[in-house]
T-cell receptor, first 114, second 112 residues
């Protein structure tokens, strides 16, 4: 398995509270991605990073922010969690979307917002 | 906007049968197409990646084909086994877009 860990693996929180999810890699990949997976929607990209301090929005970025201060860590923050952000969140790493290499996925974080 | 569709959403077949999973996409200007496997409660594992210039890729009992002009890909699984039970997702990348667009997947159950 590619060296990707996500923490926490499960979290239950209340509406309006801030939440930070962490993705950590040991593979030194340049690109890191945050997706959410919801029934009927497949995986949708939230934000991605193409280097330290270099990030960009995906298709469902509203309500989320990210930071990447080190190659190995990519943080996803929900500033004020809402029930619509209840989902399973996956981190992925890769060299680039437009490459011959695939993306490698972490085990996921199940977030429930009450 | 690229859209990826996988039909059927669920499929059950007896062990030992050969089967085909389908993936269609609306924008044929793709860079590559990938097939992933997802086991319950787990992350995705890449199975096969097909570059836009390729027609197919094979790995063991798996064969993926790509027809860009018709916007279709198939994943062929030979001699299915209960361990093949999982959700299979396809995803495409497009030129000028640093992201993958995923289908919603086909949940495959192999009946012993």
């Amino acid at each position: 398995d590619a060296g990707i860990t996500q923490s926490p693996r499960h979290k239950v929180t209340e509406t309006g509270t801030p939440v930070t999810l962490r993705c950590h890699q040991t593979e030194n990949h340049r690109y890191m991605y945050w997706y959410r997976q919801d029934p009927g929607h497949g995986l949708r990209l939230i934000h991605y990073s193409y280097g330290v301090k270099d990030t960009d929005k995906g298709e469902v970025s509203d309500g989320y922010s990210v930071s990447r201060s080190k190659t190995e860590d990519f943080l996803l923050t929900l500033e004020s969690a809402t029930s619509s952000q209840t989902s399973v969140y996956f981190c992925a790493i890769g060299w680039a979307a437009l490459s011959t290499d695939t993306q490698y996925f972490g085990p996921g974080t199940r977030l429930t917002v009450l | 906007k690229q859209e990826v569709t996988q039909i059927p959403a669920a499929l059950s077949v007896p062990e030992g049968e050969n089967l085909v999973l389908n993936c269609s996409f609306t924008d044929s200007a793709i860079y590559n197409l990938q097939w992933f496997r997802q086991d319950p409660g787990k992350g995705l594992t890449s199975l096969l990646l097909i570059q836009s210039s390729q027609r197919e890729q094979t790995s063991g009992r798996l064969n993926a084909s790509l027809d860009k002009s018709s916007g279709r890909s198939t994943l062929y699984i030979a001699a299915s086994q209960p361990g093949d039970s999982a959700t299979y997702l396809c995803a495409v990348s497009n030129f000028g877009n640093e992201k993958l667009t995923f289908g919603t997947g086909t949940r495959l159950t192999i009946i012993p």
